[in-house]
């Protein structure tokens, strides 16, 4: 299971969904609250009124994995799907999925969630981006892991590779602009593509402002560079 991710949760602007409701409101008053059984109730009563059925459904789906404590994100999977049947661009339905299958390690179905929360212009865009960034950027790790190469020789990454890091790159760099580069974990990932393509100096760029943040991984990060790259400092 896909460990640096750090699930970013996107909710509706009840101000931008029609008709809203005070089912819908009071769940997610609950689920602010941590009450995830209690938002469950207050969202089924939503889709029951006959209003904001697409984003009740997608909250159920995110209390149930919440419930689980995030460790079983197949568990609102169906929830999201009916979000879709009800509404085909809703764009936190396939965030949700994408986000789901990128925590198991199913990186390429994340990936084509995720192409669809952008395509449908998902609030809080910068987490479909980071998001979409992290999945390549894991199927990519695995890909090089693969790939065949003679040990006694100078590794040398295949251009497919480096295409596939350049893409995470562009990604995360959108998303780093969204952010204006003030968010901990988009930055710690950008520092982990831009070591990918050998730019170290980037990378300890990026996971200084990380750890600036707060980012633990980044502090991890900047020692092993120091320790590995002694000539930089």
Sequence with gaps: MFSFFKRKEVHPDKNEIKGTNAFFEMGFSAYKANNYDKAIDYFNLAVKSGLNDAASFVEIGVCVINITGGRNPHMGEGYFMRAIEIDKTYAMAYYNLGTGKLIVDEFKQAIIYFDKAIEYQMPNISFAY????????????????????????????????????????????????????????????AGRICEKLDRVTEAMLDYTLAAGLGDNDAKTALHRIRDSYPNLF
Excluded at 145 to 151: A, G, I, T
Excluded at 167 to 184: G, Q, R, V
């Design 130 to 189: 980071f998001s979409r960034a992290s999945a390549r950027l894991e199927k990519t790790i695995k890909e090089q892991r693969l790939n065949v190469f003679d040990s006694l020789s100078k590794y040398i990454m295949p251009d497919a590779i480096k295409q596939s890091y350049l893409l995470c790159y562009s990604d995360i760099m959108k998303a780093m602009e969204i952010t204006k580069a003030n968010d901990a974990d988009i930055l710690f990932v």
